[in-house]
């Protein structure tokens, strides 16, 4: 049972363009939520994380929509460029123990 | 350097042979976790540990065996591979006791049970 849903598998957006990766999850107890960059052959690297108690986060091109009654959150990523090409995975946690990974979004941004 | 690393970085092996994946990272970080990477199912967390002497079960720990006698080392140790243990696996650290602060990986190993 996957305890965070990631949509949509894959996404092509154009250079310049807005890519939007979203998340859901059921389990209200969960109090971190970051994302993770992954390139080919490499580990995932933290990108950006929030927080429940804030409903953004931005970190220059990169903002986290977090809704809480609704139980999802979102990757939306600015002026998108190729070399953002990668995989996106979304994450949950409660009190930074336990880890559930979303089961990733390939990302495509073609010039 | 500052990094987590692992080895092997690539191991074929067979049914039942036990083996060892060593990770080890100098950023003398408290919390260090495994993870498996699966094509559609993404990373899902084996074990962690949150300090020497402290480990618990991920997600998906069956099968699967770790130590943490040292604060820089957390091996994971498959007792008998199966088939379905073929995946890759990935280390990671993290500075603070609980995980929510920079997860550092390791570069991966690519384990094949044949």
């Known amino acids: 049972q996957q305890q965070v849903k990631q949509s949509p598998q894959s996404l092509i957006v154009q250079k310049g363009g807005i890519s939007i990766i979203n998340c859901a999850y059921e389990?209200?107890?969960?109090?971190?939520f970051p994302w993770y960059q992954q390139f080919p052959g490499k580990g995932p690297a933290l990108l950006i994380a929030?927080?429940?108690?804030?409903s953004e986060k931005k970190e220059g091109r990169f903002t986290i929509s977090f809704n809480k009654s609704a139980k999802q959150f979102s990757l939306h990523i600015m002026d998108s460029q190729p070399g953002d090409s990668a995989t996106y995975f979304c994450?949950?946690?409660?009190?930074?123990?336990?880890?559930?990974f979303g089961t990733g979004t390939s990302l495509t941004v073609i010039p | 350097e500052a990094q987590v690393t692992q080895n092997p970085r690539y191991l074929i092996t067979v049914t039942g042979k036990k083996l060892t994946v060593t990770c080890s990272q100098n950023m003398n970080h408290e919390y260090m976790s495994w993870y498996r990477q699966d094509p559609g199912l993404g990373l899902r967390q084996i074990y962690y540990?949150?300090?020497?002497?402290?480990?618990d079960k991920g997600d998906v720990p069956e099968g699967y065996k770790v130590s943490r006698k040292e604060k820089r080392n957390f091996p994971l140790i498959l007792e008998s591979p199966s088939p379905n243990q073929t995946s890759l696996y990935f280390c990671a650290s993290t500075p603070d006791r609980e995980g929510t602060d920079t997860q550092y990986f390791g570069p991966g190993t690519r384990l094949t049970v044949l």
């Open positions: 540990s949150m300090n020497v002497e402290v480990t």
């Open positions: 994450a949950a946690s409660i009190m930074g123990n336990q880890f559930y």
């Open positions: 389990n209200t107890a969960f109090d971190y």
């Open positions: 929030i927080r429940p108690d804030v």
